[in-house]
C-alpha cells in the first residue's frame, strides 16, 4: 500500500514567497530608522540592533495575524519600544550592579562621543518609563494619546511622565550651563 | 523656558540618534535567521508527519501480523523496519495487513522516524530523529562536493580522492572562522581563506578511510570587544564518512 502525503499547495508557496518579499521590504525600510529610535531608549547600540532584530524576527512569526502593512509598522514599533523598554531595565540594572562591585583601579569606560552631548546624558539619566516617553514625544513626534498607547498605560499617565522628565532635564541643564 | 528645552532636547535626541546602521549586513543576518527558522519548523512539522503516518501505518498493518514498514522522505533518507513474519493462521491475511505487505509513506521534509515494529502493537518508544546522510553518488574519478551554512548538520559520505569545498557566508559583523577537520588524516585541509566581509571558505581532500567532522563558528565582532555584547555564536558542523 502506498500513502502519499500531499505536497506542499503552491498557493502556500506562493503566500510564503509574499510573506518573504514583504518582511523583506519592511526590513529594509525600517530597520535604520527602528535602529535609532531603539538606541535612544536602550542608550546602546548593539543591544539596539539586537532588539530590533528581535523585534522583526517575532513579526515574521506572528505574520499571519497581521493583517496588513500598516498595522505590521505599528506592531513593528511597539515590539521595538517594548523590547527596547526591556532591555533598558536590564541593562541598568546590570550597570547599578557593576557600579556596585568594581574596584577604583579599574579603567573608565572608553567614552562614546555621543556621552559628549549634554541633552542626550541628561536624557540617558532619566528613569526608564520617563526617557521611553520623552523620546517617543521629542523624537518620534507622537502624541501623548498614542505614547499612552505604545506604553500601555494611561494618557494622565504619560502627562505625568513628561512632567516629571521635563522638570529633571530642566534642572541638569541649568546646572550644565551654570 | 518650556520652548527652549522642548527645541534643545529634540536637536539633542536627533544628534544622538544620528547614525547608520549597518541595514545590509542586518538583512543579510536576518534573511539567514528566517532560513534557520524555517527549516526547523520544516524539520519538525516533518518528523511529526512522518511519526504519525509511522503510527498509522502500523496500525493498518499490525492486524495483520508482520507488515514491513518504509519511510521516506524528501531529503532522501530512508529507514525500513521490518515486523516479525505473521504466525501460520493469524488473522488479516489481506490488503495493507496483508503478509508482507509494503507500506510506502512519502513525506515532505527532511526527516525520518525510526520506528521498530511489534505484530499488532504501536511502538512504546517516541519516534526519533536523525539527520540525513547525503552520498556522493559512486562513479568514475574524484567528486567534489560544495557545502554551505545551510548544510550544516548534515552527514556526507565521500570516496577517498574526492574534494569537499565548505563555502560560508557571513558578515562583516558576524565573521565565520576558517572551517576546520576534526582528523587531518581522514580529511585533510588543503586551503582555505576568510574574508573581511566575514564569508570563509576551505577545500578538504578525502585521504583515508574514516570520519571527521568539519567545524566553523560564526560570532559577532562585538563579542570579542569592550564592553562584550552577549549575541550567541553559531556552530557549523558537517560529518564525513571516507570510504575507500
Known amino acids: ?178 | 523656558m518650556t520652548d527652549d528645552l522642548e527645541r534643545r532636547l529634540r536637536d539633542g535626541l536627533q544628534e544622538a540618534a544620528a547614525f547608520e546602521p549597518d541595514t545590509a549586513g542586518a538583512r543579510t543576518r536576518f534573511d539567514r535567521l528566517r532560513r534557520q527558522r524555517r527549516l526547523r519548523l520544516w524539520t519538525g512539522a516533518g518528523a511529526l508527519a512522518t511519526a504519525s503516518v509511522a503510527v498509522l501505518a502500523l496500525l493498518l498493518g499490525g492486524s495483520g501480523g508482520g507488515s514491513r514498514v518504509g519511510l521516506t522522505a524528501t531529503g532522501g533518507q530512508q529507514v525500513t523496519t521490518t515486523a516479525p513474519q505473521p504466525v501460520a493462521g493469524a488473522p488479516g491475511g489481506t490488503g495493507a495487513g496483508s503478509p508482507g505487505a509494503t507500506t510506502t509513506v512519502t513525506a515532505t521534509a527532511a526527516s525520518t522516524a525510526t520506528v521498530t515494529a511489534a505484530t499488532g502493537t504501536v511502538p512504546q518508544s517516541s519516534p526519533t530523529t536523525v539527520p540525513p546522510p547525503t552520498t556522493v553518488p559512486p562513479g568514475p574519478g574524484p567528486h567534489t562536493t560544495t557545502v554551505t551554512e545551510a548544510d550544516g548538520g548534515k552527514s556526507y559520505t565521500l570516496q577517498r580522492g574526492d574534494t569537499l569545498v565548505v563555502q560560508l557566508s557571513g558578515s562583516s559583523g558576524y565573521p565565520w572562522t576558517e572551517p576546520a577537520s576534526s582528523n587531518d588524516t581522514v580529511l585533510h585541509r588543503t586551503g582555505g581563506s576568510t574574508t573581511p566581509e566575514g564569508n570563509a571558505s576551505a577545500t578538504f581532500s578525502a585521504s583515508a578511510d574514516g570520519k571527521a567532522d568539519v567545524t566553523a563558528t560564526e560570532t559577532a565582532t562585538c563579542a570579542t570587544s569592550t564592553p562584550r555584547c552577549m549575541i550567541a555564536s553559531r556552530a557549523f558542523d558537517v560529518s564525513v564518512t571516507v570510504v575507500g
Open chain 1, 1 to 178: 500500500m502506498v500513502l502519499s502525503l500531499p505536497a506542499r499547495r503552491p498557493a502556500v508557496a506562493a503566500d510564503d514567497a509574499d510573506r518573504d518579499r514583504r518582511v523583506g521590504d519592511l526590513f529594509d525600510r525600517h530597520y535604520p530608522g527602528l535602529c535609532r529610535l531603539a538606541y535612544l531608549i536602550v542608550g546602546d547600540r548593539v543591544q539596539a540592533e539586537e532588539v530590533v532584530m528581535d523585534a522583526f524576527m517575532r513579526t515574521f512569526a506572528s505574520w499571519g495575524r497581521i493583517r496588513d502593512l500598516d498595522h505590521s509598522e505599528a506592531y513593528l514599533r511597539r515590539a521595538v519600544v517594548n523590547l527596547s523598554r526591556t532591555r533598558a531595565r536590564r541593562r541598568h540594572t546590570e550597570e547599578r550592579s557593576y557600579a556596585a562591585t568594581a574596584s577604583q583601579s579599574a579603567e573608565p569606560a572608553t567614552a562614546e562621543p555621543e556621552r559628549e552631548l549634554v541633552v542626550w546624558e541628561a536624557v540617558r539619566r532619566l528613569p526608564d518609563r520617563q526617557r521611553a516617553a520623552v523620546v517617543l514625544r521629542y523624537y518620534e513626534d507622537l502624541s501623548e494619546a498614542d505614547i499612552a498607547e505604545l506604553l500601555g498605560c494611561s494618557v494622565g499617565t504619560v502627562k505625568s511622565q513628561l512632567f516629571k522628565a521635563r522638570a529633571t532635564l530642566a534642572e541638569a541643564l541649568d546646572e550644565e550651563e551654570s
